[in-house]
């Protein structure tokens, strides 16, 4: 079992930057394929960004495609997500999260463990 805490969140400008840190314990990061997701109020949580165990492939949605960029540290046993260009859309609780299922799923129900989450707002 792995366990996840994120950080890096907070306040920025619109066009501003954020890199965000999901630190995993437990079991090292490589066993597992990683996924970003964001929930903002009132809507349901989307998937953001995923990489796989080793790295070679990542998956972004359309809204964050060419401007946030996943990767991981496994010296670090670290998961981030740099967020460049940001957008007030972007406002949202960033979750990290763990899976052992196949490819890189954008549903959430596929991933198996969860970080709480770190708020990041972007103001206009």
């Known amino acids: 079992q792995v366990q996840l805490v994120e950080s890096g969140g907070g306040l920025v400008k619109a066009g501003g930057s954020l890199r965000l840190s999901c630190a995993a314990s437990g079991r090292t990061l490589s066993n597992y394929k990683m996924g970003w997701f964001r929930q903002a109020p009132g809507k349901e949580r989307e998937f953001v960004a995923g990489?796989?165990?080793?790295?070679?492939?990542?998956r972004y949605s359309d809204s964050v495609k060419g401007r946030f960029t996943i990767s991981t540290d496994n010296a670090k046993n670290t998961l981030y997500l740099q967020m460049n260009s940001l957008k007030p859309e972007d406002t949202a609780k960033y979750h990290c999260a763990a899976t052992s299922a196949i490819g890189i799923p954008i549903i959430s129900s596929r991933y198996d463990y969860w970080g709480q989450g770190t708020q990041v707002t972007v103001s206009s």
């Open positions: 990489i796989s165990r080793g790295g070679s492939n990542t």
